[in-house]
T-cell receptor
Framework: GQNIDQPTEMTATEGAIVQINCTYQ??????LFWYQQHAGEAPTFLSY??LDGLEEKGRFSSFLSRSKGYSYLLLKELQMKDSASYLC??????????WGAGTKLIIKP | GAVVSQHPSWVICKSGTSVKIECRSL??????MFWYRQFPKQSLMLMAT?????????EQGVEKDKFLINHASLTLSTLTVTSAHPEDSSFYIC?????????FGPGTRLTVL
């Protein structure tokens, strides 16, 4: 079956660094997405990885290891506005997105 | 990035009435759109895949007669919740994909009294 696993909740301190892990099992693979969702709002796109390695975009970076079925989202210099849920999604061979349940990130001052 | 709009943003209705939600791709054509539902503190749940000019594909457990989907043009898909009940109260989100990246509409919060 197809499955995405990510932690339910994480807590970090303002100004610090946090890494949110995601493991996936899909029928075929066409990339790994990370989305940010604030409470009461729709998800917004953060990153897309299809090749192994680290993609850096400002304070956010995303890593992919296809052989391990593993990705992480790295958030640096955390700000209070980064408090949100972070959704990991893998695209299968049919180009359908398989969604994780999301990781709620709580930032403390 | 691409823009997906959704209307209305929120709606409150009486039990037994029907509610229509529109999803539009504003700057690209979308042969496929996706309808999600999200209950409080839960993950996105794909309800159905809307296909322009043909029948929608519903996920297991989603009643196609209750959640009517019409994708009449390359920029518009509608979801009608028929005979809505309080348990249908949820956050309904549509999305479309001009390429591999999936863009979401702002969502519609439905409250059924």
């Amino acid at each position: 079956g197809q499955n995405i696993d990510q932690p339910t909740e994480m807590t970090a301190t303002e100004g610090a660094i946090v890494q949110i892990n995601c493991t996936y099992q899909t029928s075929g693979f066409n990339g790994l997405f990370w989305y940010q969702q604030h409470a009461g709002e729709a998800p917004t796109f953060l990153s897309y990885n299809v090749l192994d390695g680290l993609e850096e975009k400002g304070r956010f970076s995303s890593f992919l290891s296809r052989s391990k079925g593993y990705s992480y989202l790295l958030l640096k210099e955390l700000q209070m506005k980064d408090s949100a849920s972070y959704l990991c999604a893998a695209m299968d061979s049919n180009y359908q997105l398989i969604w994780g349940a999301g990781t709620k990130l709580i930032i403390k001052p | 990035g691409a823009v997906v709009s959704q209307h209305p943003s929120w709606v409150i209705c009486k039990s037994g009435t029907s509610v229509k939600i529109e999803c539009r791709s504003l700057d690209f054509q979308a042969t496929t759109m996706f309808w999600y539902r999200q209950f409080p503190k839960q993950s996105l749940m794909l309800m159905a895949t809307s296909n322009e000019g043909s029948k929608a594909t519903y996920e297991q457990g989603v009643e196609k007669d209750k959640f009517l989907i019409n994708h009449a043009s390359l920029t518009l898909s509608t979801l009608t919740v028929t005979s809505a009940h309080p348990e249908d109260s949820s956050f309904y989100i549509c999305s479309a994909r001009p390429n591999r990246e999936q863009f979401f509409g702002p969502g519609t919060r439905l409250t059924v009294l």
